[in-house]
C-alpha cells in the first residue's frame, strides 16, 4: 500500500499562545514524498515511524495516492479519487469528556476504541493526539489509524463511518444538524475517507504556553490482529440503507429542534 505526505515552504502546524490557537498556514504548493507499507504488523510498526517522522518535518498525511509525485506545485486535480485504500483514519474532534487534568493518549484512545463496535477491539492501531487536546476544555481529539484487511472504495469507507456513528451510543447521541439544517453534523468525521484529505499530524508551535502532551503525540497500540478484518462488517454496509438511516436521524433531529 502506498502512504503519501506532503510538505509545504512552512510547517504544516497549528501555533497556539495565550492569545488563542492560529489556523493552519493557507498553502498552495506541496511536495509529495512517496511511501510502501505492507499491511501486517510490520507495515503498522512502519507506519508509526513514519507518521512520527513525517510530523517531526511539519509534513501532512495524503488521504490515499496521487496522480504522479509534486514539486512545489498544487495539488489540486492530483489525487486519485476512485482508488481502493487498506488504511482507515478514525477522526475524533470535540467528543464531551470530564477530566480534572491531560490524560495519557493510550487511555483516552483505548476509552474511545473499547466503545466502538466489536471489530474494533483486538486490532493494533495508532493514536494521534490533535492540535486542540489539553486545550478545549472537557473534549478529546484524536486521529485513529488502522491498517485493513481488503482494499476498500473511499465511498464504501464513508458508509461504514457513518455506520459506525450510527451504531455507536457514544456517537450517534452527539449528531445534529448542520447550521442550515440540511444535513448532519457528525464526531466522528465521515469526510475523512475521500482521498483527496489532509490529515494534519505536526505538533503544534507553542509560543508562551506549556505543550500538555511535550514527549510524543502519537502511540502505537499491539493487540491481536494487525489489521481491522472489515471485510467482515462490510456486507452490513449498504449504500441505500445507509442514506435512509441519516434522513430518518435528521427528520428526528428537525422535529426536537
Not at 512520527?52 to 486535480?77: I, V, W
Not at 490524560?103 to 466489536?118: D, F, H, K, M
Not at 490533535?130 to 476498500?152: I, Q, R, Y
Amino acid at each position: 500500500m502506498e502512504v503519501v505526505f506532503l510538505k509545504a515552504k512552512k510547517p504544516l502546524a497549528k501555533e497556539i499562545s495565550e492569545e488563542g490557537i492560529k489556523p493552519y498556514p493557507l498553502t498552495k504548493n506541496f511536495t509529495s514524498e512517496h511511501f510502501d507499507i505492507s499491511t501486517d504488523q510490520k507495515g503498522l510498526n512502519k507506519l508509526y515511524k513514519l507518521l512520527t517522522d513525517q510530523a517531526a518535518n511539519g509534513a501532512c498525511l495524503h488521504k490515499g495516492s496521487l496522480k504522479r509525485p509534486l514539486k512545489d506545485e498544487s495539488r489540486a486535480f492530483m489525487s486519485e479519487r476512485a482508488k481502493t485504500t487498506e488504511m482507515l483514519v478514525l477522526d475524533i474532534d470535540g467528543l464531551p469528556y470530564k477530566a480534572t487534568n491531560n490524560v495519557a493518549i493510550g487511555t483516552l484512545a483505548e476509552q474511545i476504541v473499547l466503545q466502538l463496535p466489536e471489530v474494533f477491539h483486538n486490532v493494533s492501531y495508532i493514536a494521534q493526539a490533535s492540535a486542540s487536546l489539553g486545550f478545549k476544555k472537557n473534549t478529546v481529539s484524536l486521529h485513529l489509524f488502522f491498517l485493513l484487511d481488503m482494499p476498500v472504495h473511499p465511498k464504501t469507507l464513508k458508509d461504514f463511518i457513518r455506520m459506525v456513528n450510527y451504531n455507536s451510543d457514544f456517537l450517534a447521541e452527539q449528531i445534529t444538524l448542520s447550521a442550515n439544517g440540511q444535513s448532519l453534523s457528525y464526531i466522528l468525521d465521515p469526510s475523512v475517507a475521500d482521498n483527496s484529505k489532509l490529515i494534519y499530524i505536526a505538533p503544534p508551535k507553542f509560543v508562551g504556553v506549556e505543550d500538555p502532551y511535550p514527549n510524543n503525540r502519537f502511540i502505537k497500540v499491539d493487540r491481536g490482529s494487525p489489521t481491522l478484518e472489515i471485510s467482515s462488517t462490510l456486507i452490513g454496509v449498504n449504500p441505500e440503507k445507509v442514506h435512509a438511516l441519516g434522513l430518518q436521524i435528521k427528520d428526528n433531529l428537525r422535529k426536537k429542534n
